[in-house]
């Protein structure tokens, strides 16, 4: 009988001990989870300071079957960034050109010349969130993405841990942005799909080869998916920080114009304008 009461309460020793045990590792755990905002403010710090960026870059636009208009080759892409809100890109290439233009809330595509219709695709604004500065510009561009940053979480990508701001990890329904634990280089991107465009799907973008040049810091790889499908995929092949712009290089107003959308004749006689083809 003392055998058995040793052993009994051994046990339950044994289980009392367990239970603080599996209290105590989720606290532990979590006491390691920096909150939202924290991580944003170590990752601005991370990205670097610069007044203006030049990158060059190679862009493959990946086809679909519903849009034979676009490029079958990489396209040579030149990118100039004036911090915090100016973004420009020209690409061309096999009897291809695209222009791209964001200022502020305007935002501008031509193809071939030819304005488009209809906004950017969301997978096409990749730079925003290494251009947004500081700390609190950065926190509400996020949510106005649809990303809360109050909800933060550990997670695994790949071989890496990372901060995921705005869900719990393993949710990824949520609009969420992973920074990676050791470096607070931002590495993943996930927004849900879009509520006021009907038809799209999931956003998602992998930020990737992070090098630092002259206190800046910048992905070398960048990959675009929508709807589980690769829409566009960069690599960049040099980048100078601090080049010298001149003022009507983002002159969006002067870009407009510039940006023509010719009038043809429509079915009924009357000119009109033709449905400019999408690279979405």
């Given amino acids: 009988m003392i055998i058995v009461t040793r052993l009994g309460r051994m046990r339950i020793l044994s289980g009392v001990a367990l239970a603080l045990l599996l209290a105590i590792i989720p606290v532990s755990a979590g006491a ?87 906004p950017l695709p969301r997978y096409a604004r990749y730079n925003d969130i290494m251009m947004v500065k500081p700390r609190q510009a950065l926190a509400d561009h996020l949510r106005m993405m649809g990303i809360d940053v109050t909800v933060s979480s550990l997670g695994r990508l790949e071989d890496r841990y990372c901060y995921v701001v705005g869900a719990n990890f393993p949710d990824e329904d949520a609009a969420q942005l992973w920074v990676a634990k050791d470096t607070f280089h931002p590495l993943r991107l996930i927004l849900p799909p879009a509520s006021m465009s009907s038809g799209e799907g999931p956003v998602e973008i992998r930020y990737q080869n992070w090098t ?60 009109g304008r033709p449905e400019a083809p999408s690279i979405e």
């Fill in 212 to 271: 630092f040049t002259e206190g800046v810091a910048y992905p070398m790889h960048v990959v675009m998916w929508q709807n589980h499908q690769m829409m566009q995929e960069i690599r960049v092949d040099r980048l100078q920080v601090n080049p010298v712009f001149t003022n009507d290089l983002f002159d969006i107003t002067v870009l407009r114009q510039e940006w023509s959308q010719p009038d043809v004749p429509g079915d009924d006689g009357v000119s």
């Fill in 32 to 118: 390691y989870v920096l909150m939202g905002e924290h991580v944003l403010d170590r990752m601005v710090q991370a990205l670097g300071k610069a007044d203006t960026l030049e990158v060059t870059q190679t862009l493959t636009i990946h086809a679909t079957t519903t849009a034979a208009s676009l490029p079958t080759s990489a396209l040579q892409e030149t990118v100039r960034i004036r911090f915090p809100y100016d973004f420009r890109a020209d690409a061309s290439g096999d009897d291809y050109q695209r222009q791209m233009m964001i200022s502020g809330g305007t935002a501008l595509m031509a193809v071939n010349g030819v304005l488009q219709s209809g």
